[in-house]
């Protein structure tokens, strides 16, 4: 109950390709959101789902059956929108209600489905209300409860917090996290706030023109990433890229030159032919360290942030001005217009090939999730 399946999802408005061949499996129970720029097509993808969107090609089923031409309501799943929705008018008894009442249930089964509904959102004291009355949370927390009551085999969420502020969005996710855990529900949710994705998410789609990038759990994704386009999506302020020229590549990894600053050799799995070619070096801004290193830079920080617990120093690095971000103990004695020396360790490194794709980098498995190491264990 609760699975669903994607092969070869296409979706075309006249002779443009939005949707551009995905495929997909999300088991029973899974949490998994998908994530991307404007115009990735994550929500496209959502509504096509649903059976908002016609599917120009390709397959969905949900628990094997093909649902590619079944209206909505025969889907087994449940939207919730950006917008709340609400009906001003009506209580949110008969909000929540609603969706029952027009398949028209029982008296009695409706009325325990509601009362469960609100028990779970915390809303048994707020069901004579009128949206109106209600709080930015508690109206979206309406709108869940109003999909929580159809019982569906898959819940489906379009953005549902970008319209509150940042301590309710906190909060929601927290919520949010908790019912899916209560009602051991299969829940597909879009957002393009990459810290909903990391905290709720069992797995991340990361969502690039049409297509998928990469797939896999937060950790996973922040470790490591595919290539570089994934790389500097996630991560809040996004990992630095530097060009570097490959000098050789052996059983300890790849050494590169990057200019003005010397010599690294990364613990990545080589490959033939690489010598002399120019590859680019990623390192995450909080990787970065005032003392120590195997490699040190000189940036100039433009920018000073002081964040309380860190400081980020919005920075350039070399001649050519490259952008370069740096995350700081918040007590840094960063100053806007001073030069600073930070280092890196070989270790935290990522390095990419001319066409952006990662190579494999030799990270601990204690570095990553648990559910990793368990599939790494059972494989085993």
């Known amino acids: 109950m609760g699975q669903l399946k994607m092969t070869e999802v296409r979706k075309t408005y006249g002779t443009m390709e939005v949707i551009k061949g995905v495929s997909l499996d999300i088991a029973h129970g899974e949490f998994v959101v998908f994530v991307g720029p404007s115009g990735c097509g994550k929500s496209t993808l959502l509504r096509m789902i649903a059976g908002l969107e016609e599917i120009s090609g390709g397959e969905v089923a949900i628990d094997g059956t093909r649902v590619n031409d079944l209206p909505p309501v025969k889907r087994g799943i449940s939207m919730v929108f950006q917008s709340y929705a609400l009906y001003p008018h009506m209580s949110v008894y008969e909000n929540i209600a609603f969706p029952l009442r027009v398949s028209k249930m029982p008296k009695a089964e409706l009325d325990a489905r509601v009362r469960r509904a609100s028990s779970i959102l915390k809303l048994d004291e707020r069901l004579r209300h009128k949206p109106g009355q209600l709080s930015g949370g508690q109206r979206q927390r309406v709108a869940i409860g109003r999909s929580i009551v159809r019982d569906p085999q898959v819940f489906l969420f379009d953005e549902p917090l970008s319209n509150l502020d940042a301590a309710l969005r906190a909060e929601m996710r927290v919520e949010l996290s908790k019912l899916h855990g209560e009602l051991d529900a299969t829940m597909i949710y879009v957002t393009h ?188």
């Open 193 to 380: 706030d990459q810290v909903e994705a990391m905290t709720m998410a069992d797995r991340i789609v990361v969502l690039d023109g049409g297509r998928i990038s990469q797939v896999g759990s937060p950790l996973e994704l922040y470790h490591k990433p595919a290539n570089v386009f994934v790389a500097g999506f996630i991560g809040n302020p996004k990992m630095n890229f530097l060009p570097v020229t490959c000098l050789g590549a052996d059983a300890t990894g790849v050494t590169v030159e990057l200019p003005g600053a010397g010599r690294l050799t990364l613990p990545v799995s080589p490959r033939d032919g690489i010598a002399g070619q120019a590859l680019t070096l990623g390192i995450r801004p909080e990787h970065l360290s005032a003392e120590g290193g195997d490699l040190r830079l000189s940036l100039m920080p433009k920018v000073i942030e002081r964040l309380g617990m860190q400081t980020v120093a919005y920075a350039t690095h070399g001649e050519e001005e490259t952008a370069f971000n740096a995350i700081l103990p918040g007590s840094a004695p960063a100053r806007a217009g001073t030069p600073l020396s930070l280092g890196l360790s070989a270790a935290d490194c990522h390095l990419f090939d001319a066409e952006g794709q990662a190579f494999e980098r030799h990270v601990a498995l204690s570095a990553l999730d648990p559910a990793l190491m368990m599939a790494a264990s059972e494989a085993g």
